[in-house]
């Protein structure tokens, strides 16, 4: 069955350093999410392509975050430079195309943890 | 745009008891509704949805009815197992345009053998 993959799992790091994230979705699907689930609470979308382009990052913080999809595949989440306040999980889904009612599929997440 | 109140957890229910989680939802027009659980370890997964009004989604043994004159979705399941200790996550979907997904806070249900 395919998933969504995602690396590192675990990060750890120290304020004012650069991370990245990947995120490889399911084959075919056009859309990618990126969440971010702080401990406790309900993941928070922080960015969605529709293909290699972005339709929502309303709650992106733009300072600090970027996020590309280059060739409508794979996609990098990165955060520069890092604060404590990032400490979280982050999230990567991808769908077929972003319509209604549409399954999201989950990777595993990836653990941040800034010191 | 949509905002969900879910009920708190933790929530601890004896093997084979009846379960309820409430959810209610706020959002203009008429919003596709999911539940996603997280399994310990695990990634979020959906559950069950229902895209109109009086629908009832199902798996598992876990349904939930789309009530639009309550906005509520409240998930129930008449006799928990052990295997369904997770975490679960009431979501509405804002309609038209590209699909946005609402997270509630989550519910964590503990089934004790």
């Known amino acids: 069955e395919a998933e969504v993959a995602q690396s590192p799992r675990y990060k750890i790091t120290e304020k004012s350093q650069a991370v990245a994230f990947w995120c490889d979705p399911i084959?075919?699907?056009?859309?990618l999410y990126w969440y971010r689930q702080i401990l406790g609470q309900g993941p928070e979308l922080l960015v969605q392509f529709q293909d290699e382009s972005v339709v929502d990052d309303s709650q992106l913080p733009k300072d600090r975050f970027s996020a590309e999809r280059l060739k409508g595949v794979d996609s990098t989440l990165k955060i520069q430079p890092a604060e404590l306040g990032d400490s979280a999980m982050y999230l990567c889904?991808?769908?077929?195309?972003?319509?209604?009612?549409?399954?999201?599929?989950f990777g595993p997440g990836t653990r941040l943890l800034v010191l | 745009g949509n905002s969900v109140t879910q009920m708190e957890g933790p929530v601890t229910l004896s093997e084979e008891a009846f379960l309820t989680i409430n959810c209610t939802y706020t959002a203009t027009g008429y919003p596709s509704l999911f539940w996603y659980v997280q399994y310990p370890g695990e990634g979020l997964q959906l559950l069950l949805k229902?895209?109109?009004?009086?629908d009832k989604g199902s798996n598992k043994g876990f349904e939930a009815t789309y009530r639009k004159e309550t906005t509520s979705f409240h998930l129930e399941k008449g006799s928990v197992q052990v295997s369904d200790s997770a975490v679960y996550f009431c979501?509405?979907?804002?309609?038209?345009?590209?699909?946005?997904?609402?997270f509630g806070t989550g519910t964590k249900l503990q089934v004790i053998p």
């Open positions: 889904a991808s769908s077929l195309g972003g319509v209604q009612a549409e399954t999201q599929y």
């Open positions: 229902a895209t109109k009004a009086d």
């Open positions: 979501a509405p979907a804002s309609p038209g345009g590209y699909q946005k997904v609402t």
């Open positions: 084959s075919g699907h056009a859309t």
